[in-house]
């Protein structure tokens, strides 16, 4: 809590752990199953308004993005080493950036005369590669969020916890996940319907409905998307989508 003040409520407990690690937190604190889980997926509000975490480029700033300062590479670190076909595959899949071979061959060039330490630096390198704009969008912005779910392995963390997730909630106990970009709400999306479609089974096997295999999820309603209020309250909602599954008693 930024404020400095402590805060004290029995019903909470702060575990400093990366997301993948909930059955091994569950198990510390000695709970086996909970009725609830939530997910909120992605940086905060007050990681990307304090300019020293080095995640937005509103800023001129030292380039970090660690969700965890206290461990792993800082984003200048990573730049200063990074080969070129992995920076550009990682722009390219994590960014969704078409220039990214462009910005790629940008930052290793620029390395050899000055290292790349600041926001400031990585924004002027990709404007300068990427030739078209999207309308109110920063060139950088794809890249920008690319070399973050990198280097704080969000999709690998996500894909690792869902199934713990389903292991660890009580029949009827709801998962909730809140996604900021596609490629977290696809893996979202498709591992809460292979859920709720239960074990696949070979085709033109003649079986009666009451045999059909029933899933470990049941899907709760459609994906939920910030209303107008939300969104002139808070614009950085406008990419969320929230999405509910519940346990069902299929072991
Ligand atoms: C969207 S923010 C949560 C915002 C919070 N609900 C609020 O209202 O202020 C997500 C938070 O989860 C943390 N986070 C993201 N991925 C994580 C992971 N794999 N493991 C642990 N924490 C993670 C981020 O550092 C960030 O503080």
């Known amino acids: 809590m930024a404020t400095g003040k402590t805060w004290r409520d029995e019903r909470f407990r702060m575990v400093h752990r990366g997301f993948a690690n909930l059955a091994e937190v569950l ?6 199953k ?10 905060s509000s007050p990681q990307l308004d304090d300019a020293a975490r080095g995640f937005s480029f509103r800023f001129d ?11 792993g590479m800082t984003a200048a670190q990573w730049l200063a080493t990074v080969d070129e076909i992995l920076l550009a595959e990682v722009i390219h899949d994590y960014g969704e950036e078409r ?4 910005i790629a061959r940008a930052v290793v060039a620029a390395r050899t005369t000055e290292p790349i330490r600041t926001t400031r630096q990585l924004v002027e390198l990709v404007s300068k590669a990427v030739r078209t704009r999207e309308p109110g969008q920063s060139p950088a912005t794809r890249t920008f969020q690319a070399i973050r779910i990198y ?4 999709l690998e ?15 009827g106990g709801r998962l909730v996940v809140i ?14 319907r292979d859920m709720a479609e239960g074990d696949k089974l070979p085709r033109n096997v003649p079986i009666r409905a009451s045999e059909v295999p029933q899933g470990r999820m049941n899907l709760i309603g459609k994906a939920v998307r910030a209303g107008e209020a939300e969104l002139k309250a808070n614009p950085r909602a406008r990419s969320a989508v929230m999405r509910v599954a ?3 008693n299929v072991a």
């Not at 198990?27 to 086996?32: I, R, Y």
């Not at 690792?160 to 909630?169: A, F, G, I, S």
């Open 157 to 171: 963390e996500l894909a690792r916890v869902l199934p713990e997730c389903v292991t660890h909630l009580h029949t």
């Open 27 to 32: 198990g510390e604190l000695g709970v086996a």
């Open 99 to 102: 220039f990214a071979k462009q």
């Open 151 to 154: 280097l704080n392995q969000e």
């Open 179 to 192: 996604s900021f970009h596609s490629l977290e709400d696809r893996i979202v999306k498709h591992f809460m």
């Open 61 to 71: 700033a030292p380039l970090d993005m660690r969700m965890d300062t206290s461990s």
């Open 246 to 248: 519940e346990r069902s």
């Open 34 to 43: 909970v009725d609830g889980i939530l997910l909120d997926l992605g940086v």
